[in-house]
């Protein structure tokens, strides 16, 4: 069940960054009060996961236009039920929203790990409906070198981005994600 393995996956999860650690325990002592925290219907918070494609032999990131924050971010979004862990969830966002079906996700030990947790307020219920928190679990997918990406209804534009050569409508959570994808990968 996937509500067992995000608390698992968050429980495992070590960081030095006191701001991390104090996300990790925000979103543990979310799924302690709520067994559906990880469901779109969650209000006014739940779990999403997503992760940032990197192409480590060209240096490169896989980004989308987001049309509903009209940012450039990574790929992702909420759970579904047939997802069976976070990283399954994340993957299989990559998956559709880049159009590559090779990704896999960046390991630590034997088993994918998220990278980062960003916590943020958007409407994903509509835009007569009020923000929702995303308690975002971050991953990193590595793309086979010369991966071709395939555009989804998902999505306003798809394009790949140099380390250095960020699109200007990104947020700092994004560029913190990249960097510390550049270290792990690139």
């Given amino acids: ?15 030095e960054d006191a701001g991390q650690e104090l996300l990790r325990r925000d979103y543990l002592a979310h799924l302690a009060a709520h067994q559906d925290g990880l469901w779109r ?11 940032l494609v990197v ?8 980004l989308t236009l987001h049309p509903k924050v009209g940012l450039w971010l990574q790929m992702g979004g909420h759970c579904e039920p ?8 994340a993957l299989r966002e990559a998956t559709e929203e880049s159009g590559i079906a090779e990704l896999r996700l ?16 958007v409407r994903c219920a509509g835009k007569d409906q009020p923000e929702n928190t995303h308690l975002d679990v971050q ?14 209804d998902e999505s306003d534009d798809l394009r ?3 380390f250095d050569s960020l699109p200007e409508l990104t947020d700092a959570s994004l560029r913190r994600l990249v960097e510390l994808a550049r270290k792990r990968v690139g």
């Avoid at 192409?55 to 896989?62: H, K, T």
């Avoid at 960046?106 to 307020?121: F, G």
């Fill in 55 to 62: 192409d480590p032999a060209a240096g490169r990131v896989l």
């Fill in 106 to 121: 960046v390991a630590l030990d034997t088993e994918p790990a998220p990278v980062l947790l960003d916590r943020h307020q």
């Fill in 139 to 152: 991953y990193l997918a590595l793309a086979p070198a010369g991966a071709q990406e395939q555009i989804s």
């Fill in 1 to 15: 069940m996937i509500h067992t393995d995000a608390v698992r996956t968050l429980t495992a999860w070590t960081t």
């Fill in 160 to 162: 790949w981005f140099g």
């Fill in 82 to 89: 047939g997802d069976e862990t976070l990283a399954a969830a």
């Fill in 41 to 51: 219907s969650c209000r006014p918070a739940h779990i999403t996961a997503s992760a």
